[in-house]
């Protein structure tokens, strides 16, 4: 099997090289990836295996069954070798008709599902739990499904006819595109650099130093063999693992590159986009979210109840899960009864267990410090709040953090509480409890809220009444997607995937297509001849 060795016994485990102008190029090093499991079972031996590895690549070490897979770093020399491939690849690449790029889309989605399982079981050897990696997997199917494929084709190019002349809008490639994966998705997000290939871009991807095997994996072995299928020019797609400040420095500095697709936190993140805007680079940001969940008086208690639990997914350490839920006080104890219920199944474990959600959260004191600044502000633990071991038993030492709820009561004051106002990135969700009053003037006070969210990724709702939600959907602008009785972190086709408002985007943010945010509009208009003076002066 290509990219895969065998160490000195025979056993066999991935490994890439950096990936530049569709060759394979040695590194300076090599970084390791141990299995998660192994993490858990045994964290010393696991450590001592990496780093005897990266200090020997020949030693017997790399026979060890915790040995998943290895990745070549790159140096500057590299670096900029990607970006010179690129630079020369985009204009060829470019200049290829929509209609075959395209093709790319529904080809990768075919050897997405031929590839399904080894991309799963990557996701988990990297600790992301069985039920998380499959989601994860099915927000990939509906990004590259045929009705979002048809529709991103339909933004790329339009044609109308105006008496003689024919006129097109369409979406021309920005050339240049350099990716920078988040750590705690970096496969799935790598992904989405498939749509700035086809929208005509050559790319550049950052494959992340910590965990880099299952973004070398998709992009090495399922994405690069569809582009030399469509004869695509070499350096087209190039993908680099090494450490992210060296590289996306080298990027800012680079004259040859045109777009970054930048995922972090939002206080760097919005840095970096003025530093981008100085030196004429477009940025592309997914930064934090802080995502509102609301449970209207007539919801359905129930299926509120399993929306609210997505938070846990992966500790929480997902931007587009909710992080905090608002609601109306007439069903607050109704709903709680029922939340209790379902975070009772929400336990830690193995990752390739089936019915594990919850991922090792290895940093854990700001957890307890934003859990103590909220209790003593007036917030009260309905559960959760401790460490637990991988059989869910408290403890000091434990690597989990139980799911955690929070009742806070009165929304008016809620954002004094930095739980409510900015996300945590932990398995710990604010409940606020709505003042008591009118329905219009408690609806009123709610998407006042929801639009005061500093931030702006995901908001969804849960209401019966289609008044309520007729007033929903037409007064809510804050955020890049609107949910309705609906899972909160579904995905569907059409619909925007990530992308939103505020410190979720930076100043230009909005729901974010890939494929149209490395593109931009032109207008081309086509004449056989007409008369200059009469275009000017008579039309």
């Given at each position: 099997?290509?990219?895969?060795?065998?160490?000195?016994?025979?056993?066999?485990?991935?490994?890439?090289?950096?990936?530049?102008?569709?060759?394979?190029?040695?590194?300076?090093?090599?970084?390791?990836?141990?299995?998660?499991?192994?993490?858990?079972?045994?964290?010393?031996?696991?450590?001592?295996?990496?780093?005897?590895?990266?200090?020997?690549?020949?030693?017997?070490?790399?026979?060890?069954?915790?040995?998943?897979?290895?990745?070549?770093?790159?140096?500057?020399?590299?670096?900029?070798?990607?970006?010179?491939?690129?630079?020369?690849?985009?204009?060829?690449?470019?200049?290829?008709?929509?209609?075959?790029?395209?093709?790319?889309?529904?080809?990768?989605?075919?050897?997405?599902?031929?590839?399904?399982?080894?991309?799963?079981?990557?996701?988990?050897?990297?600790?992301?739990?069985?039920?998380?990696?499959?989601?994860?997997?099915?927000?990939?199917?509906?990004?590259?499904?045929?009705?979002?494929?048809?529709?991103?084709?339909?933004?790329?190019?339009?044609?109308?006819?105006?008496?003689?002349?024919?006129?097109?809008?369409r979406r021309q490639a920005d050339g240049?595109?350099?990716?920078?994966?988040?750590?705690?998705?970096?496969?799935?997000?790598?992904?989405?650099?498939?749509?700035?290939?086809?929208?005509?871009?050559?790319?550049?991807?950052?494959?992340?130093?910590?965990?880099?095997?299952?973004?070398?994996?998709?992009?090495?072995?399922?994405?690069?063999?569809?582009?030399?299928?469509?004869?695509?020019?070499?350096?087209?797609?190039?993908?680099?693992?090494?450490?992210?400040?060296?590289?996306?420095?080298?990027?800012?500095?680079?004259?040859?590159?045109?777009?970054?697709?930048?995922?972090?936190?939002?206080?760097?993140?919005?840095?970096?986009?003025?530093?981008?805007?100085?030196?004429?680079?477009?940025?592309?940001?997914?930064?934090?979210?802080?995502?509102?969940?609301?449970?209207?008086?007539?919801?359905?208690?129930?299926?509120?109840?399993?929306?609210?639990?997505?938070?846990?997914?992966?500790?929480?350490?997902?931007?587009?899960?909710?992080?905090?839920?608002?609601?109306?006080?007439?069903?607050?104890?109704?709903?709680?009864?029922?939340?209790?219920?379902?975070?009772?199944?929400?336990?830690?474990?193995?990752?390739?267990?089936?019915?594990?959600?919850?991922?090792?959260?290895?940093?854990?004191?700001?957890?307890?410090?934003?859990?103590?600044?909220?209790?003593?502000?007036?917030?009260?633990?309905?559960?959760?709040?401790?460490?637990?071991?991988?059989?869910?038993?408290?403890?000091?030492?434990?690597?989990?953090?139980?799911?955690?709820?929070?009742?806070?009561?009165?929304?008016?004051?809620?954002?004094?509480?930095?739980?409510?106002?900015?996300?945590?990135?932990?398995?710990?969700?604010?409940?606020?409890?709505?003042?008591?009053?009118?329905?219009?003037?408690?609806?009123?006070?709610?998407?006042?809220?929801?639009?005061?969210?500093?931030?702006?990724?995901?908001?969804?709702?849960?209401?019966?009444?289609?008044?309520?939600?007729?007033?929903?959907?037409?007064?809510?602008?804050?955020?890049?997607?609107?949910?309705?009785?609906?899972?909160?972190?579904?995905?569907?086709?059409?619909?925007?995937?990530?992308?939103?408002?505020?410190?979720?985007?930076?100043?230009?943010?909005?729901?974010?297509?890939?494929?149209?945010?490395?593109?931009?509009?032109?207008?081309?208009?086509?004449?056989?001849?007409?008369?200059?003076?009469?275009?000017v002066f008579d039309e």
């Amino acid at each position: 099997m290509e990219n895969v060795v065998r160490g000195t016994t025979g056993e066999s485990f991935r490994s890439y090289r950096s990936y530049i102008g569709d060759k394979d190029v040695d590194g300076t090093g090599w970084v390791y990836t141990v299995s998660a499991r192994s993490l858990l079972e045994d964290v010393f031996t696991s450590v001592s295996l990496k780093r005897t590895l990266e200090q020997d690549p020949h030693s017997d070490a790399a026979d060890h069954p915790y040995v998943v897979g290895r990745c070549a770093v790159a140096d500057m020399a590299d670096i900029d070798a990607s970006i010179e491939a690129a630079a020369a690849a985009a204009p060829l690449w470019s200049s290829v008709p929509l209609a075959r790029r395209m093709t790319l889309g529904a080809r990768f989605r075919e050897e997405l599902l031929r590839h399904r399982e080894t991309f799963v079981e990557l996701l988990v050897a990297e600790a992301h739990p069985r039920k998380l990696a499959r989601w994860e997997f099915s927000c990939l199917l509906q990004v590259f499904s045929q009705e979002s494929l048809d529709w991103y084709a339909q933004q790329m190019h339009s044609e109308f006819q105006h008496g003689e002349r024919r006129l097109i809008v369409r979406r021309q490639a920005d050339g240049v595109v350099c990716v920078n994966p988040p750590q705690n998705a970096p496969a799935p997000s790598a992904a989405l650099a498939v749509l700035a290939l086809m929208a005509g871009n050559a790319v550049v991807v950052r494959a992340p130093r910590s965990i880099a095997l299952s973004t070398m994996y998709v992009l090495r072995d399922i994405v690069a063999p569809l582009l030399r299928e469509l004869d695509a020019p070499p350096g087209t797609l190039n993908v680099i693992c090494g450490k992210p400040r060296d590289m996306i420095d080298r990027w800012l500095e680079h004259p040859k590159v045109d777009d970054i697709f930048y995922f972090g936190g939002s206080e760097e993140g919005l840095r970096f986009e003025q530093q981008c805007v100085a030196r004429g680079k477009k940025p592309i940001l997914e930064l934090a979210g802080n995502d509102a969940l609301v449970v209207w008086r007539d919801a359905d208690l129930d299926l509120a109840a399993e929306a609210i639990i997505e938070s846990f997914y992966g500790s929480g350490q997902i931007c587009m899960v909710p992080n905090q839920v608002i609601v109306h006080p007439a069903v607050v104890d109704d709903l709680l009864e029922r939340v209790r219920v379902e975070i009772a199944t929400v336990r830690p474990g193995y990752p390739d267990a089936e019915d594990v959600l919850l991922s090792p959260v290895r940093r854990s004191e700001k957890f307890f410090r934003l859990l103590a600044e909220a209790t003593s502000g007036g917030a009260k633990i309905v559960c959760g709040g401790r460490r637990v071991e991988l059989d869910g038993t408290p403890s000091e030492t434990g690597v989990f953090l139980e799911p955690t709820l929070l009742r806070i009561d009165g929304l008016a004051t809620s954002r004094d509480l930095a739980v409510v106002r900015h996300e945590t990135f932990f398995p710990l969700l604010p409940l606020v409890v709505v003042e008591p009053g009118p329905d219009a003037e408690v609806l009123d006070r709610i998407i006042d809220f929801v639009n005061g969210n500093e931030y702006g990724l995901r908001n969804s709702f849960w209401a019966r009444s289609e008044e309520v939600v007729e007033q929903v959907v037409r007064r809510v602008r804050n955020g890049g997607l609107l949910k309705i009785n609906d899972s909160h972190i579904g995905f569907l086709p059409y619909l925007p995937t990530h992308g939103g408002t505020g410190l979720t985007s930076g100043a230009h943010g909005e729901a974010n297509y890939p494929i149209l945010k490395t593109s931009h509009l032109q207008g081309v208009s086509i004449s056989a001849g007409s008369a200059p003076r009469r275009a000017v002066f008579d039309e």
